[in-house]
């Protein structure tokens, strides 16, 4: 059986909600991505989401709520959900992340830690795709981000443990 480490970002949704900017268009993203919601489920969405239950007129005004209740539905839960299945047949073999290490720029822009932004870690800021945070280069805030999360990716990969091989003195994983 092969271990996994499975895990998302903070803000996943934010590249993936459109800027709706009424109830009805909140709606419809819904529903086209969840096909089988019904009227009681989006009562208890905006119920979670208050957000949504706000009138608003300006253009994109329930982009963020949108894209705060999309990325717990598409990606916390699926991020959480994959490793309690896997974790029954390999107990001991799955890890979960929640990754949410800001850029200041990013979080000034309002992006946030968005969607694949582990893997500027991971492979190394310019490695990883375009878009790496400028604080992942040497020298930037969150430089030394990139050698913890790329000592635990390596220890996985050498071991098929994120603990083993990871630098001294960083946080242990625990198993899922």
Known sequence: MVPSIIGATTNEGRAFA?????KVEVEDFFKAEFPLLESTHMAQI???????????????????????????????????SFPESISRWMPKKTWNYWYNVEDPG?????????H?????????????????A?????????????????GCWISFIRS?????????DTTMWGVY
């Not at 098929?160 to 001294?168: A, D, F, G, Q, V």
């Open 46 to 80: 905006t119920a979670l989401y208050p957000g949504l239950a706000d009138t608003c007129s300006k253009a994109g005004c329930f982009k963020r709520p949108l894209s705060d209740a999309y990325e717990d539905m598409r990606f916390q839960c699926s991020g959480i």
């Open 18 to 22: 459109p800027a709706a900017s009424s």
């Open 160 to 168: 098929c443990n994120p603990n083993k091989y990871r630098l001294p």
């Open 116 to 132: 694949c932004d582990e893997a500027h870690a991971i492979w190394g800021p310019g490695n990883g795709g375009s878009g790496a």
């Open 134 to 150: 400028r604080s992942y280069f040497p020298g930037g805030i969150n430089a030394y981000a990139v050698n913890v999360i790329q």
């Open 106 to 114: 990013f979080m000034a822009q309002g992006r946030g830690v968005a």
